[in-house]
Each structure stands twice: as C-alpha cells, then as structure tokens.
C-alpha cells in the first residue's frame, strides 16, 4: 500500500469543535455551543502565551526611526519584543548593530534622556488592555534613515467562525488544542462524568507539555549572568 505522499494535514475550528465533542460525552447543550466552544479556544491560546513563547508567533519586524522622537508604539498585534539591530546604510552597505534591552527602571535612570546619537538600548513598557508596547530609544535618534529590525512576539490571531478558519498554531499543537478545548467544554456541559473531566484535564496538560518541549531552537545554549554592584 502506498502512503498519501502529502505534509498538508490541518484541521478547520469546525473540526477542532467536532473532535472536542466526540471526547466529552454528556448532554450537548444546543446551538450555543460552536460559539462557546469558540470563545473557549481564543482563551485557551491567550493562556498558551502566558505559559511560554511560541516560536511560530515570532517574527521580525522593521521599524524606521524619526529624528529625536524618544518612543514609539508597536502595531497592534504586538505582544512583546525579544531584540532588536539597528540598520544603518551607507553607500548601499547596511550593517547591523545590536540593540540591549534594558528594563524601564534602568531607562528611567538613564541621566541624559535627550541625548541624541545611533541608539544602542531599548526599554519596552508593556502595554495595557487596550494599549500595545511602547519601545523606548537611547540615545534617541540623529537621523530620519535608521531602520530597526525587532524580534517580536505577535497575539495569536482570533477565532471567530468556525467553517472558514484553521487555529492560528503549529499543527504538532492540535492535539493539545483538541484535548483542552474538550476539558473546556465538558466542564460548561451538564451531565459530564468528573472522572472523565479529571482525564481530559490531565491528558491536556501532558499533550500540551510535549508540544512546547518540542517548540524550541535546534541550537546550544549559554547562560550569561548579569552581575552588578550591590
């Protein structure tokens, strides 16, 4: 017998929705649950991001600076920022210099904040619920040309149909995905045995665990202290 030949497996929040269910058992509780179901998963991927980062929600990003403007707000799917360079080009040449992100404590006792110059720190204020990170420059820029390349952490995008739309995940996270969403929606769900609920719960967090293990660079690590005066 010959195998499919094709990499291309997916599943649609339809699917996602329809394998919870089959796991759960009990009563279904009518045509509001894709919608609760729905709800179910953008909290449970909210949650994912509060565990670690995931490596298919980076990216980069470029942003050119403006002639001493001190901040700037990141668009509005930005999370967080990793690191960042600094690109200058000259005579068709670029060349990158890192940027050290320094906490907003060490920004705010920098002496001179109107210095100007090429920037070589950045302080990320993280945002708040409606807001997106504001990224702190020192010094603050002498020129209008200066790109900087940010690594950043991107929301994982919404859920909000069910037939149209894949997760906005790695597909060697369905299985957790799935299994969470099924513990989400039979603890909503009247008639759910507890015994069942307490397996699904606990094969969700041993899925979920195998597949964040897994989410990470193929490369050695070094672990640099920061030491500092008392």
Known sequence: MATSGTYAFSMDIDEVIQEASEMIGGEQTGG????????????LLNDWQNRGINLWSVDTTAVTVTTSVTSFNMSSETLDVLEGVIRRTANGTPSDLTLTRISMQEYLQLPNKSQTGRPSQFAVRSSNHAGTPTVFLWPIPENSTDEIHFERIKYLEDVDKSDTQTPDISRRFYPALAVGLAYEMGVKRPGVDTERLAMLKTDYEAKLLRAMEEDRERVSMFFRPKLSPI
């Open 32 to 43: 509001n649950e894709p919608k609760s179901a729905r709800r179910s998963i953008n909290l």
